[in-house]
């Protein structure tokens, strides 16, 4: 083998393996369109057309702003689980019987994609 086909291999197992999602979320592997067609259906509502949870509903304790550091300083396996499962005694509901693992995961790739 000469060094040459040893580096390409190096630099392709290197990039393969850099690119196995994290807790199954890889947010660039995600489809943004079907996560965009979910938080408008599902989410807007409440969060509001950028996430700054000014969609309109109020509630207590009041809705997320999903751009803010306290919701994107959590790890995003932290996010999948809040949408999955919801947040306890908020308006936060469980998502879980309405929306796919894969569903779930391209609504918070759009979500993170919210100007900060
Ligand atoms: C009925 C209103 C409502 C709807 C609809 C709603 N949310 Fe929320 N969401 C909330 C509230 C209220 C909170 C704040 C919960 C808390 O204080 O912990 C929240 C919090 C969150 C958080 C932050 C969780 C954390 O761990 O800090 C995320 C992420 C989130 N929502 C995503 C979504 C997504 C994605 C959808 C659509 C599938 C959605 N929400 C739909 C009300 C809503």
Redesign the pocket.
């Known amino acids: 083998m000469t060094s040459r086909t040893l580096s390409i291999l190096c630099v392709s197992v290197l990039v393969s393996w850099c690119a196995v999602p994290i807790m199954g979320f890889a947010e660039d592997e995600r489809n943004l369109e079907r996560g965009k067609k ?2 408008e ?7 509001g057309v950028q ?1 700054r ?1 000014d ?1 309109g ?1 109020r ?1 207590d ?4 702003d ?1 751009t803010s550091s ?2 994107l300083t ?1 790890p995003n396996s ?2 999948l ?3 999955h499962d ?3 005694n ?4 469980t ?1 879980k019987s ?2 796919s693992d894969d569903a ?1 995961r391209d ?2 790739a ?2 993170l994609t919210f100007p900060r």
């Open positions: 979910i938080y259906k599902y989410c807007l509502a409440c969060h996430g949870g969609g509903v509630f304790p009041p809705v997320a999903l306290e919701v959590k932290r996010l689980e809040s949408i919801g947040r306890t908020t308006a936060m509901d998502w309405k929306l779930i609504v918070l759009y979500v």
